[in-house]
């Protein structure tokens, strides 16, 4: 199991975690693009119904640069943060993301942190409005609850969290995935090739990088 743990941080550099404040939905943060703001609004503006039916919230968009977009958006209680790279979203075999949820811990609040590379199942869009499930997200996060440590790399304790969820949770995120590229293609809609697979895929469905729970008190 080793060789699962990577040392893979992708946003580690953008990291914001459950500090971020909450902006408007369409309050688009185009950095250097400011000229683009008005046309955002009104790509974005059509997907509020879209949004509403699948469960999730954007709290935050940045561009690092032109060729990536950094999401950070909740489904219900637990939050989210990933990098679109257009340069490696079509050859890179795992998607990173970093997931938060608050909760408590030996009566003390706590903040969790997850860091996890997903393996790309396809590159797609969504065509229907199914709400986005995270029932083994939900459940990695109650067996981290339980666990004595406060910092998880030891690959015994992820191999014993993981049964019996690891697909799920691959399904969840990579379905989560898909979300993110129905929305991107309101901007950039040539930037998303529809029903694509990678030529090479990961072997690993889940890669947990590490788990983290520090108190927010």
């Given amino acids: 199991m080793l060789d699962k743990i990577q040392n893979i941080n992708p946003q580690e550099k953008y990291k914001s975690g459950l500090k971020i404040p909450a902006v408007n939905l369409y309050a688009i943060h185009q950095n250097e693009y400011d ?3 008005k046309k ?3 790509l974005f503006s059509p997907l509020a119904k879209l949004l509403s039916k699948i469960n999730w919230n954007i709290l935050a968009i940045e ?3 032109e060729e990536e977009i950094l999401l950070h958006f909740a489904v219900d209680d637990i939050e989210f943060i990933t990098v679109i790279d257009f340069n490696e979203l079509y050859s890179k075999e795992y998607q990173e993301f970093s997931i938060y949820k608050a909760g408590i811990k030996n009566e003390n609040k ?3 942190e997850i860091k996890v590379n997903v393996r790309k199942d396809e590159i797609s869009t969504i065509n229907t409005s199914e709400p986005i499930e995270i029932d083994s997200l939900r459940k990695l996060f ?3 609850a339980q666990q004595d440590s406060n910092y998880i790399i030891e690959s015994h304790l992820i191999d014993e969290i993981l049964i019996g969820i690891d697909h799920g949770i691959f399904q969840e995120l990579n379905y989560v995935l898909k979300v993110i590229c129905t929305f ?7 930037k998303i090739k529809n029903n694509f697979i990678l030529k090479t895929q990961g072997n690993i469905p889940i890669i947990i990088n590490k788990i983290v729970i520090t108190n927010s008190e």
Avoid at 184 to 190: A, H, M, P
């Fill in 35 to 37: 000229r683009e703001k």
């Fill in 40 to 42: 955002d609004s009104a």
């Fill in 63 to 65: 561009y690092p640069s």
């Fill in 110 to 112: 706590v903040d969790y």
């Fill in 142 to 144: 109650s067996r981290i």
């Fill in 184 to 190: 991107i293609t309101t901007k950039y809609k040539s």
